[in-house]
């Protein structure tokens, strides 16, 4: 498996955003071990309890409080299709200058040659296999499959109990819904959204 992020380092880690996707991304990162500190939200008062004793610490800009070796940060925030509230405050953290954190709940299995960019999410019961690529702030959502030699664009969403035959092109910003299956081989063109429990046998070329 390689990843693109820096993964040495343990340093800390503050969630952006505080409802049920943080929630999730948050008991990943305990179950691997990590440390965080809190959560931040333009929409949830400070101090408000949100996951396991950890409470809302103030807006975004509470990053910033920060030096750029003392945390990392996760995005908290899912991704649903004309929603791009987590592609911007991707973008926003990384022009701070802060790394975004990926996270692989420890349940998932990632087989060699992965790779992961930075910011990917590999949630609980999700399968990446051989030689697939995982792009930037990407969402494996739980139970998801990903076989071999796929490559998941940027900013993507791939939602619970979906599965990615081998060889499947995605492009950045789509969304795959719960439960859909995408035939071997096939490619989906950027933005591209896919129903709950639909099956893509024909490329979609000019979503």
């Keep these: 498996m390689t990843l693109l992020t820096s993964q040495n380092r343990i340093l800390p880690i503050l969630i952006v955003g505080a409802g049920g996707h943080a929630c999730v991304v948050a008991d990943a990162l305990l179950a691997a071990g990590n440390q965080i500190i809190g959560f931040t939200d333009t929409s949830v008062e400070v101090g408000k309890e949100i996951f396991q004793g950890l409470r809302v ?115 950045e910003n789509c969304f795959v819904g719960a439960g859909s299956t995408v035939i071997q081989g096939r490619s989906l063109s950027r933005n591209a959204v896919i129903a709950a429990g639909t099956i893509i046998s024909k490329s979609i070329l000019d979503a």
């Design 57 to 171: 610490l103030g807006c975004d800009d509470i990053i910033k409080e920060y030096a750029l070796n003392e945390i990392e940060v996760a995005i908290g925030i899912g991704f649903l299709p004309g929603n791009n509230i987590r592609y911007k405050v991707f973008n926003k953290v990384k022009r701070w200058g802060f790394t975004v954190k990926s996270v692989q709940h420890p349940s998932s299995i990632i087989a060699s040659e992965v790779i992961l960019a930075e910011g990917s999410q590999i949630m609980a019961g999700s399968i990446v296999q051989v030689k697939a690529s995982i792009g930037k702030n990407v969402i494996v959502n739980t139970g998801a499959k990903i076989d071999h030699d796929t490559i998941v664009g940027d900013h993507t969403h791939i939602a619970p109990g979906a599965t990615i035959c081998g060889g499947v092109k995605i492009g």
